[in-house]
């Protein structure tokens, strides 16, 4: 028998020299390995796995373990829960060996990528350089990039390009994961993660401003804060957001008449929900009930998401066009700054330019915001996806996000919204993710001394009184989402009240 707890959250100790070709690579350690395993040995690697007994807070688990034939030797990996994870510390022991049989000099010439040509390349290149290098000592985030997003900031004045926020996932949390302490990240799709890290990035940057620091923000005459002119923000997506951004129809075969392709384009542009479920079986990108007549039907219940009613999230797709419309700071800190808006979005493979466009913006054209919210129509770039992400969990069990502030990795479990808890642990806040919410109104509430922005909630209110304290924004969400609707766009799913009454000490 094996213990796998502390094993499964131990990082392989890898040479410098393998850390340093990993990244240089820009691909998979599976994928790389199996690429100079066939240089070196004239053959496809063949792995061969066993299935192991092990324990986890003293309940047995099934383990896997993942052996391969190199030479005279055989490289067997750590002991892992999926065989994805058994597989991956299997390439990474292996890789010195290759070293050692191909030669370093080789290999940095087998390894080397091409610089990148444009800008929109080098915001690729430089999301999977920094995710490979963060993998080195921390080889479980390997098996969790099949979707990888990141946000990055430009100062136009000099040209530097900073990466300020990274993150991978593919999933939301169980219905029955649902925290009423706000202490659980109920969304762990990869662009969501990113963009809470950026927001981390952002209260640093008061707090920055505030000790008299060079900060990205600069104070206006209305007593907010602004992003300064001279510095935009970026979005690169490995892939186009779920929902109905990510939706491709085949062409018809006869030309559609009017009627047809209207009902086409509303099929196409309809807001759409993630549907939680267990496992590695989630169903993607699953359509709103058909017909909605009833805008209650929005509102989810604690007790009936307890009950069995599914947990339903909104889309990527969706969530990003509100963020063009809102801008990416959202209610918590539109009390203390103005909106902030993205310049450019980056997706890291070929998808249908004018159906992506319509999904992000011309389907809510017609929605009138109040000053200072607006829509922004930001360039789309595609460019083609040569990063190997094939052999990359679908649906992983984890999701990692990294930002400038922290500089950490940090692990979420994508089946709660917490972090792993290691054995022994008895402290529940210790498996609090810091993109939680009860993390990031406590980030208010300090920003909010700082700035001495009048702030009429105090300790021991609900935390929906202090997103309550951006009017403005509140009022533009709340008649945006009715707007939604009355334009047979869908229903905007909200989470259940009893989710955001938490008290905040």
């Not at 907010?224 to 951004?245: N, T, Y």
Request: charged share 30%; aromatic share 8%; glycine share 6%.
């Amino acid at each position: 028998m094996v213990d796998d707890e502390e094993d499964e959250m131990q990082s392989e100790q890898l040479p410098d020299k393998v850390k340093e070709m990993i990244a240089r690579s820009g691909k998979n350690p599976i994928t790389l390995f199996s690429e100079l395993f066939t240089k070196v040995y004239k053959s496809v690697p063949d792995f061969a796995f066993r299935k192991v007994a092990g324990r986890r807070k003293d309940k047995p688990i099934q383990l896997y373990s993942c052996t391969i034939e190199m030479g005279e030797k055989t490289i067997e990996g750590k002991k892992r829960s999926t065989k994805k994870g058994a597989k991956t510390s299997c390439a990474l022991f292996g890789l010195p060996v290759l070293c050692d049989a191909y030669g370093d000099e080789a290999l940095s010439k087998s390894t080397a990528i091409e610089e990148p040509k444009n800008f929109q390349e080098r915001l690729k290149k430089e999301t999977y350089n920094l995710f490979l290098k963060l993998g080195t000592t921390n080889p479980l985030i390997y098996a969790t990039e099949n979707v990888i997003s990141a946000f990055f900031l430009e100062d136009k004045s000099t040209g530097n390009v900073k990466l300020l926020s990274l993150a991978t996932g593919t999933k939301a949390i169980n219905g029955e994961s649902l925290s009423l302490t706000g202490e659980a990240v109920t969304d762990c799709h990869a662009e969501i993660l990113a963009r809470r890290g950026l927001i981390r990035v952002f209260y640093n940057e008061i707090q920055k401003l505030s000790e008299g620091e060079e900060s990205i923000f600069f104070m206006t005459k209305s007593g907010k804060l602004a992003l300064k002119p001279d510095l935009s923000v970026h979005l690169f997506i490995s892939s186009p957001p779920c929902g109905s951004a990510r939706i491709s129809f085949k062409p018809p075969k006869q030309p559609a008449n009017g009627d047809a392709k209207k009902n086409e384009d509303a099929e196409m542009t309809e807001v759409r929900t993630e549907i939680s479920a267990a496992g590695n079986d989630e169903k993607k990108a699953a359509s709103l009930p058909e017909n909605p007549t009833d805008m209650k039907l929005r509102y989810k219940t604690f007790d009936g998401i307890m009950g069995g009613e599914r947990l339903l999230t909104m889309s990527c797709s969706d969530k990003l066009t509100k963020w063009n419309l809102l801008g990416l700071q959202g209610a918590l800190l539109s009390h203390l700054i103005e909106p902030v808006y993205m310049s450019s979005l980056v997706i890291g493979s070929r998808a249908n330019t004018d159906h992506i466009r319509k999904v992000l913006f011309d389907r809510i054209a017609g929605f009138q915001a109040t000053v200072p919210f607006s829509l922004h129509l930001v360039p789309i770039h595609f460019i083609e996806h040569t990063q190997d992400v094939s052999k990359a969990n679908k649906y992983s069990a984890i999701s990692m996000n990294w930002n400038a502030t922290d500089d950490t990795v940090e692990l979420i479990k994508t089946s709660s919204g917490t972090l792993p808890m290691e054995a022994g642990q008895s402290d529940i806040s210790e498996v609090v993710p810091r993109l939680a919410k009860v993390k990031f109104v406590q980030l208010f509430k300090e920003a909010a001394t700082k700035l001495k922005r009048p702030c009429d909630v105090t300790s021991g209110s609900e935390y929906t009184a202090f997103k309550n304290l951006a009017k403005d924004y509140c009022a533009n969400r709340d008649e945006f989402k009715k707007w939604v609707f009355k334009n047979k766009l869908g229903i905007w799913h909200q989470k259940p009240e009893d989710s955001k009454r938490f008290l905040v000490r």
